[in-house]
Structure formats: C-alpha cells, structure tokens
C-alpha cells in the first residue's frame, strides 16, 4: 500500500526528531517542524489525499474514478477511519470547529449562507481541493485573494 510507505516516512521523521535532529535549522528540520504533533489519522488523511492529486473531477464524485471538492474529503477521511457528513456545507456546519487549520483540517469557502467548496489543508499554506468541472485535484497556495475573500473557517474532525 502506497500510503503504508508514507506513514513508514513519517514515523522515520518522528524517530529522527526525537534522537536529536531538530536541534539543527536546517530545511529538513524545519519539514520534520510540521510533522511533529501529527496523529496516525492526519498522516493518513494527507498521504490519501496526496494520492488523489491528479484525480479528474466529477460532480458528485467520491472514489478515485472522479471527485468533487467533498467527495474528496469523504474518501480521504474515511480511509483514515473517519466519518464526515457529504456536502460542503454540511461539513462546514456539522463538524468540530478549528480557530488555527492544522495539517489535515478542512478548510471552507462560500458566502456567509452557505460553504460552496472544501479543501484538505496540506500545511505551509497549502490546500489540497478539486477545483472544478474539467480539472483536477490539485494543491494551491492559499494566500490569493480569491480564497482569502470566501473563507468562512476551519474544522478539525481528525485527532
């Protein structure tokens, strides 16, 4: 499994932090920075999602034939064990709230009457999401003005 490979790297990461390398400020260091704290889940919720970087969108999709933006959380999550609600919106209004988005937290956007979209945040500005019809799973950066202008908050289903 593709993803065994990745937790295998993470908890390689973990072990190298804890025998000593995080005290040099190195870039390494400062990956092996975002790692720590990571639960088993989040792993697995960003490799799964790694994964689907490339995946073609398809309304209404959630398996790795096509996705739409909540499509593709559903199947992230619940290939970490976790169950979310379908739709955006019922994302965005059911689960537990995040003030600061960690790696593997869900970030939404919309209008203040409704979340119309959803990504996976990936860490370092980063969001993993299926932008549309006609594209595919991509991760962008998050400091444009269009997503800054139609963010409407975080949740953090995972531990």
């Known amino acids: 499994m593709p993803c065994a490979r990745g937790l295998y790297v993470v908890g390689l990461f973990i072990l190298m932090m804890l025998s000593g390398c995080a005290g040099r400020d190195t870039a390494l260091d400062e990956r092996l920075d975002d790692a720590q704290g990571l639960s088993m889940e989040r792993a697995m919720i960003l490799c799964h999602a790694q994964q689907a970087l490339g995946t073609p969108y398809r309304f209404g999709g959630n398996s790795p034939d096509g ?93």
Do not use: N
């Open 67 to 159: 996705l739409d933006c909540s499509g593709l959380v559903e199947m992230v999550y619940q290939a970490a064990g976790i169950s979310v609600p379908r739709t955006a919106d019922q994302q965005f209004r059911q689960l537990p709230t995040a003030e600061a988005p960690r790696p593997g937290d869900l970030l939404f956007f919309g209008s203040r009457q409704k979340a119309t979209h959803v990504g996976i945040y990936r860490g370092q500005g980063q969001m993993i999401h299926a932008p549309g019809s006609g594209r595919e799973v991509v991760s962008v950066p998050l400091d444009i003005d269009y997503w800054q202008q139609r963010f409407l908050g975080a949740a953090s289903p995972a531990p």
